[in-house]
């Protein structure tokens, strides 16, 4: 099991850290990442990380504001600079390994999401 919190309503330029706890969620780990589902549009990649070696990758839309981390069983999504076009469901997600993809296809496991209003 996946279970995120930490989203909210913020102000544009503002910032919020969701997390994702991963205790529950026993399968593998390879990729783990970040997508969103803006109201009436279609879920898309937001950024991954690989487990074993910390690395990541980021969408355009969202490269320089905001950051991956990972500590034991939580995934981190920094997001700062917030701004209108973030608002949306953001889920944690696992990922088909042996490469990661911001491709939602590629999931294998969803959490349930968590709020993000600009």
């Known amino acids: 099991q996946l279970v995120e919190s930490g989203g909210g309503s913020v102000q544009a330029g503002g910032s919020l850290r969701l997390s994702c706890d991963m205790s529950?969620?026993?399968?593998?780990?390879?990729?783990m990442g970040w997508f969103r589902q803006p109201p009436g549009k279609a879920r898309a990649g937001v950024g991954f990380?690989?487990?074993?070696?910390?690395v990541t990758q980021y969408d355009a839309s969202v490269k320089g504001r905001f950051t991956i981390s990972q500590d034991k069983n939580t995934l981190y999504l920094q997001a700062d600079n917030l701004k209108p076009d973030d608002t949306a469901v953001h889920h944690c997600?696992?990922?088909?390994?042996?490469?990661?993809?911001?491709?939602?296809?590629?999931?294998?496991?969803w959490g349930q999401g968590t709020q993000v209003t600009v």
């Open positions: 990380m690989y487990s074993s070696n910390g």
């Open positions: 997600a696992s990922l088909w390994g042996p490469t990661c993809s911001l491709d939602p296809a590629r999931v294998n496991f």
């Open positions: 529950s969620y026993t399968y593998s780990r390879i990729c």
